[in-house]
């Protein structure tokens, strides 16, 4: 029996019932499937005048998922791959500063939770950290531990 043809918008309403997606990683998920005669960017187009398919969307919900285990950088570099656009990285970035250094505090007790023992531990806790996109101000408030937000 033949297997029936999907159509684009099928697949991309499928894929986006999975989860959010950014405009650049829909259209070349979709570019396996399309057909001459197929465009791609009138049926983008036409998601997100149906507000199907959003960049705030997906920027909040990469952000939610990635927030917990990296540092700004991290997540920054990221949506930048992802194609959103700079004004609203720079929104963004804005909003994810508050937090950074809970954040990073969190994800150093997840790892660690005890302070270094000696410079090399101390030095392998920070090399953890920046790895995971942290600034340098969060990961010394991380590692040096205890104290507020406020303090630094």
């Known amino acids: 029996m033949a297997r029936l043809q999907i159509s684009l918008k099928a697949r991309a309403l499928r894929y986006l019932s999975a989860r959010e997606h950014s405009r650049m990683e829909l259209a070349r998920k979709l570019a396996r499937y399309a057909q001459e005669g197929d465009d791609i960017e009138a049926l983008l187009d036409t998601l997100e005048a149906a507000k199907l398919l959003s960049q705030a969307r997906f920027s909040e919900s990469l952000i939610h998922r990635r927030a917990h285990r990296y540092g700004?950088?991290?997540?920054?570099?990221?949506?930048?791959?992802?194609?959103?656009?700079?004004?609203?990285?720079?929104?963004?970035?804005?909003?994810?500063?508050?937090?950074?250094?809970?954040?990073?505090?969190?994800?150093?007790?997840?790892?660690?939770?005890?302070?270094?023992?000696?410079?090399?531990?101390?030095?392998?806790?920070?090399?953890?950290?920046?790895?995971?996109?942290?600034?340098?101000?969060?990961?010394?408030?991380?590692?040096?531990?205890?104290?507020?937000d406020d303090d630094y």
Do not use: T, Y
């Open 72 to 148: 700004n950088s991290r997540i920054l570099s990221e949506l930048q791959s992802h194609g959103i656009d700079a004004d609203s990285l720079v929104n963004i970035k804005a909003e994810l500063a508050d937090g950074e250094i809970a954040r990073a505090r969190e994800v150093w007790r997840k790892k660690f939770n005890r302070p270094a023992a000696d410079a090399a531990e101390r030095a392998k806790q920070m090399r953890f950290l920046l790895q995971r996109g942290f600034s340098h101000r969060a990961i010394q408030a991380a590692v040096k531990g205890g104290g507020d």
